[in-house]
């Protein structure tokens, strides 16, 4: 069974450009995270969606951050303008539904802003 | 913000020997979980306890709870160069999903 799928796996941008990233769950998983783990820390939620509908966004930055999950499957996190402290590693988890214990991590996206 | 405290940020043992990592948290949990994550992936789940479990074994780990004094910890014996790796608990609460608060985590490095 193929696990969360994230891309790109790094990405450089320079101030002020767009950015986004992609994730599949696993097949069946109706619930999907986007955490961020900036170096040496672990890491923190910051949207989680049921199905398409996004359920917990309370710390994403809506000023520059957006996400989508529109079939209700993959889903797209993006920043635009990003900023220097964006650089971060972003991960994507899944579980089959909301109260399901376990969540299922991908490899993340390490995000470089320069 | 970030519910629990590992102790030690950093530990460094010969293979071989016993790793233990411990993780303090703040308010009333209904789980918590222990997650590893090696350098540059994703992190993976490594063992649940429920808030009314004391002790639970899985191959080489053993985690312990004491909701009494918020704490956990786990035990990885008999290291092996391969569980060098930065160690997470998680507090998981339900209330209608299930919300995981990461610690700070754990670097684990096993020398050869």
Known sequence: ?114 | SQQGEEDPQALSIQEGENATMNCSYKTSINNLQWYRQNSGRGLVHLILIRSNEREKHSGRLRVTLDTSKKSSSLLITASRAADTASYFCATGLIQGAQKLVFGQGTRLTINP
């Open chain 1, 1 to 114: 069974e193929a696990g969360v799928v994230q891309s790109p796996r790094y990405k450089i941008i320079e101030k002020k450009q767009p950015v986004a990233f992609w994730c599949n769950p696993i097949s069946g998983h109706n619930t999907l995270y986007w955490y961020l783990q900036n170096l040496g820390q672990g890491p923190e939620l910051l949207i989680r969606y049921e199905n398409e509908e996004a359920v917990d966004d309370s710390q994403l930055p809506k000023d520059r951050f957006s996400a989508e999950r529109l079939k209700g499957v993959d889903s797209t996190l993006k920043i635009q303008p990003a900023e220097l402290g964006d650089s971060a590693v972003y991960l994507c988890a899944s579980s089959l539904e909301a109260s399901e214990e376990t969540q299922y991590f991908g490899p993340g996206t390490r995000l470089l802003v320069l």
